[in-house]
């Protein structure tokens, strides 16, 4: 049976389970969008710019752990795109971006919106440097295997972005049915490796002799699913754990084995605790830049004297940034689980240390105790320790977070406590301002029954404003708590520690700060918009957002402090050689 490419398109999407696509219109990719109007089964998020598809089919992809679909035009459509997917990259999150390009009798003619420099038609090159793939869809009897391989790789191994670039043409030709068909005998989910009894009989030997062995978890855990293995295995050894940023709520905070986040943004107690472990499992990490601070050991880990066993599923992240006495590629999931087995068997009864578990207790209690003044404040602007502290105690303990970048993201991963492993998407490795909104369109969508609160800065909101529109009219009930410091605030005590100056990083007019009222603008796209007049206001304003279960943004005037910082940074050597300053308050 003959039938047009994009109507089999569409229906091997959705025999793949496919619910959501996420994307933007354009002259290239309508014959899909027509082939998708008859479908029952993929519900099409109709976005205002390509960045708003990326960032929310990452979210959604990190909520649904499988690999979520983006549609795009070509040329300014899939550079539009490109910021999004670029951060799902690093943070090794699965999308298939479907492109359209230019029709494929013209390449080289300069037909409208070709990208063609250094070769025809070569649109596809533009994201060589960050997706795992790009495949251009030369003729349409290759089509079929192009899409399975997508799926496939962009869900194995270290999870990740790929790209589909289509020549318009070739969704509206004809192709035999039964190329489709026959992948449907094809395994759609691939087994993953792990590792075997005697390794992880060794290593679980090595963490019950250690003195002072540490856990690292990074979001690789996450990413393979593996939060309760991880659970399984601490409370069985008695390990204490640190994590990434990525790898926050991997553990709920208030797990008594958890010690926190490393690094930059981490704390004096954390990591010390880090500098004196003497063997250090490090799982489904890339041991960072922010998390190991800039990997100086006097600040953070300290390999050697330590010791390291690695365990990732890409090989080329083991020994990349401190040399590994024990490197395993491996499954985290799978490995944990084998890890319990043998662990269990080892050591039958589970190991105590309760002298550890009230250091780790006395350590949240004085640093709860610490920020108390702050969390407590009626200061208007809102101090940023009061703004989480109230989200904190009106939130579900499941309910979904959202960060962007400054406050929303550092401040969180160190002061704000998370319960449920996946409930805080955090644009990590690639650290884009303009994630948190859309990102929680996705995760609502993804998670319908959760509540799902973005928290982010004016200088993000700013980014992408016109996710409201999406929000509107797709009935999609996330809330989005603008934490305004009339600023691009992190950069701005940045500058002004080091230079004495807030220039280009400060919003201002005639000298004045200066910002748009948020709330108006969502009451016009046809959202609950409130503005905040007083610290007291807030948390009501919250609970009934809430309530409600429709899209609203709440934007809160917020001081402009800076996230106290224990670690280092190597940028700061760079602006201020031997002085130690990081940043300063700008109010």
């Known amino acids: 049976m003959k039938d047009l490419v994009a109507n089999q398109l569409v229906k091997y999407l959705e025999k793949r389970g496919v619910k959501h696509i996420f994307g933007l219109c354009g002259h290239?990719?309508?014959a899909f969008l027509a082939a998708l109007s008859k479908s029952t089964k993929i519900r099409f998020i109709n976005v205002r710019h390509e960045q708003i598809a990326s960032h929310a089919a990452d979210g959604y992809a990190r909520v649904t752990k499988k690999a979520a679909v983006v549609l795009s035009h070509l040329g300014?459509?899939?550079?539009?795109?490109?910021?999004?997917?670029?951060?799902?990259?690093?943070?090794?999150?699965?999308?298939?971006?479907?492109?359209?390009?230019?029709?494929?009798?013209?390449?080289?003619?300069h037909p409208h919106q070709e990208v063609n420099m250094h070769a025809d038609a070569s649109q596809w090159e533009i994201y060589r440097p960050f997706v795992k793939r790009a495949w251009r869809v030369d003729r349409p009897d290759l089509f079929p295997e192009i899409m399975e391989k997508a799926f496939v790789l962009a869900e194995s191994g270290?999870?990740?972005?790929?790209?589909?670039?289509?020549?318009?043409?070739?969704?509206?030709?004809?192709?035999?049915?039964?190329?489709?068909?026959?992948?449907?005998?094809?395994?759609?989910?691939?087994?993953?490796?792990?590792?075997?009894?005697?390794?992880a009989t060794r290593i679980v030997k090595i963490l019950a002799e250690a003195k002072n062995p540490l856990i690292y978890a990074g979001g690789g855990i996450m990413l393979a699913d593996a939060a309760q293995q991880l659970r399984e295995f601490v409370d069985h050894m008695g390990i204490p754990v640190a994590h990434t940023l990525m790898g926050k709520g991997i553990l709920p905070d208030d797990h008594p084995l958890t010690l926190g986040m490393t690094g930059f943004w981490g704390t004096k107690y954390i990591n010390e605790k880090c500098q004196g472990a003497d063997w250090v499992l490090g799982l489904g990490t890339r041991f960072a830049e922010a998390d190991c601070s800039s990997w100086y050991p006097e600040y953070a880990f300290n390999f050697p004297p330590a010791k390291l066993i690695h365990i990732d599923i890409d090989p080329g992240e083991i020994g990349r940034n401190y040399p590994v006495e024990i490197g395993a590629v491996a499954d985290i999931k799978q490995a944990l689980t084998v890890f319990n087995r043998v662990a269990k068997k080892l050591y039958p009864e589970a190991k105590q240390n309760e002298a550890l578990n009230q250091e780790i207790a006395l350590y949240k209690k004085e640093f709860k105790a610490s920020n108390k003044s702050l969390e407590e404040s009626n200061t208007f602007p809102m101090s940023p320790q009061r703004i989480l502290a109230d989200v904190r105690e009106v939130l579900p303990r499941d309910a979904i977070i959202t960060t962007d970048v400054g406050w929303n993201k550092n401040g969180v991963g160190q002061q704000f406590p998370i319960y449920e492993p996946g409930s805080i998407l955090t644009p990590g490795g690639y650290a884009t301002m303009g994630f948190g909104s859309p990102a929680a369109l996705g995760a609502k969508i993804a998670a319908p029954d959760k509540v799902v609160v973005s928290l982010i800065g004016d200088?993000?909101?700013?980014?992408?404003?016109?996710?409201l529109a999406t929000a509107a009219i797709e009935h999609i009930p996330a809330i989005f708590v603008i934490m305004n410091n009339y600023a691009f605030g992190t950069i701005a005590g940045l500058e002004k520690a080091h230079y004495d100056t807030t220039f280009g990083a400060v919003f201002e007019k005639d000298g004045q700060p200066y910002s748009p009222d948020y709330a108006a603008i969502a009451r016009a796209y046809g959202v609950e918009g409130i503005k905040i007049r007083s610290a007291e206001e807030f948390k009501p304003a919250l609970k009934m957002a809430i309530e409600a279960n429709k899209p609203c943004v709440?934007?809160?005037?917020?001081?402009?402090?800076?996230?106290?910082?224990?670690?280092h940074w190597n940028i700061m050597d760079i602006y201020s050689p031997g002085k130690h300053v990081h940043h300063v308050s700008t109010n």
Not at 78 to 107: C, E, K, Q, R, W
């Open 28 to 30: 290239t990719n309508i």
């Open 158 to 199: 270290r999870p990740g972005p790929v790209l589909v670039d289509v020549p318009m043409d070739i969704f509206s030709q004809e192709i035999d049915a039964a190329l489709f068909e026959r992948l449907d005998y094809n395994v759609k989910v691939m087994q993953k490796p792990s590792i075997n009894d005697e390794l």
């Open 554 to 567: 709440i934007d809160v005037s917020m001081l402009n402090n800076p996230v106290p910082t224990a670690g």
């Open 459 to 467: 200088g993000g909101f700013g980014q992408n404003p016109a996710v």
């Open 76 to 109: 300014p459509g899939l550079t539009n795109a490109a910021t999004g997917v670029a951060n799902a990259a690093l943070d090794s999150i699965p999308l298939v971006v479907i492109a359209g390009d230019v029709p494929s009798h013209y390449f080289g003619k």
